[in-house]
């Protein structure tokens, strides 16, 4: 039975076995019977060590026995383990040689918030994305036979996960080409079955043994000589199983479904998988864990123990904080239930993302007109788009690097349609300590070359109000991009007022240099062109682009620069030359914005500083292009 824990050590705990496992064959050499405290060790190890860094929580307290089980039992990393996102896989950090990394743990040239292969041979799938782990996990096998080795691979996927339909497909995938393989579903919320305790265990020991294995095939070659038979046999065997266990579904796709079993049981996780690693053909695991689990305040509340921020020092240093506005979700948030409230035809559409996109008191004011779809970002782009079709306002929230999963939908089904969705793209730009997985790098370079698309981006929280208001009046598909985190705390207007298409508008008129922003660089613009006496112009639409104004600098200007937190490649700023191109003008330009690699996990002043978008770096490449005029 796994202890219990109320609070969150500020000291490093004592963890005798732990110190002797913190390598997976260290943790092989472990007796069976030490299992039970290691698990306790290594939970009060992961409470200390995000206590130090923050990060993320609650699964991977859940799944502290299923690690230590899977590297027990299978070889790692020869043997392929490939997590689902990676949000669990603190444990197994710790247990393949970066326990003393972990401190680093999604700082700047530390270690990475997921599981990330050139960080480590165990991390065998480089995840930050859900539902890519049994792709994966097969492509290994695939490989494996293809090599001619008897390696196993394993995938481990939430039940959350095994909502988007590329689960699905690589379900269909492998029972059909009879892989070698073992998914494990974690199912620690939407619960499959509740059938977990004593008996669902001991039929899974009996159903993962080669006692049945070897009994079931030895019957199929006796009644498979007898017509029909067979058949029958195999139909009595799925209906006894289907009564006492949820498979039905998996079993009917070509799977041996196993469980559900308790997850927190390791000598039932142990026995099971020895079982099952000997198995031939696809293999389904099933089993239950608790989100926090051995963490009472994140067993009471998973949703808000899903990640952490760092302890504060015990008597911190009075040092007060800048003001700063809300945060760019929030205001999402409170324009969403306030135009719901104004127009009868606007739903709120959201892919598992209710918390982190604001959602949460839409859903209760307006629950017939939210809709979470779960885990399946192509699926609510669609769904918009049938929504729109019969005269419904779709508005589809979701963070920019979850909508390129997405992006054939956003094309075919709703801009060549020019259906009216509304895009509300949070967390656009760089996102800091999870990094380029979840960074929102390239959504105006993908959005500017869609025909039909109105392409917006706020630099303060109140132009966010009106820019959604502008896209959700607009007539055909509109996208309002914005940042994490808190604005400049500007003053937001309660009516819901449009801004005019197309329209930039000068914030700041200065001679030789002309700033022109797209978002929310404009404070760090402002700022330089103090400095330096430069224009600055918020340029709010990427398209339509402001022409008249564009041209309008470029004949009062000797240089423009372009800045955007969105790829320089194919971005704003190419926007900008590709129009003045077509116009035959000859203009000394610079554009400012991401580089053309990805931008490794840092807080996000370190990240916007090392892209050379704040003030500093504005400044410093500004003068170093004036130099060659």
Partial sequence: MSKTFHQIPRERPVTPLLDRAETPAGLRRLAESELETLADELRLELLYRVGQSGGHFGAGLGVIELTIALHYVFDTPDDRLVWDVGHQAYPHK??????ERMSTLRQKDGLAAFPRRSESAYDTFGVGHSSTSISAALGMAIAAQMQGSKRKSVAVIGDGALTAGMAFEALNHASHLKANMLVILNDNDMSISKNVGGLSNHLAKIFSSHTYANMREGSKKVLSRLPGAWELARKTEEHAKGMLVPGTLFEELGWNYIGPIDGHDLPTLLATLRNMRELEGPQFLHVITTKGKGFAAAEADPIGYHAITKLEPINPPATPKPASGPKYSAVFGQWLCDMAAADPRLVGITPAMKEGSDLVAFSERFPERYFDVAIAEQHAVTLAAGLACDGVKPVVAIYSTFLQRAYDQLIHDVAVQN??????????GLVGEDGPTHAGSFDLSYLRCIPNM??????????????????????GPAAVRYPRGSGPNALIEAALEPVDIGVGVVRRQGSKVALLVFGVQLAEALRVGEILDATVVDMRFVKPLDEALVLQLADSHELLVTIEENSIMGGAGSAVSEFLSAQNRLQPMLHLGLPDYYVEHAKPSQMLAECGLDAAGIEASVRQRLSLL
């Fill in 94 to 99: 710790i247990l393949t040689g970066r326990r």
């Fill in 454 to 475: 109105l392409l917006m981006t706020p630099s303060d929280e109140n132009e966010l109000r009106r820019m959604l208001t502008t896209g959700h009046l607009f007539k």
């Fill in 419 to 428: 259906l009216d969705v509304l895009f509300a793209i949070d967390r656009a």
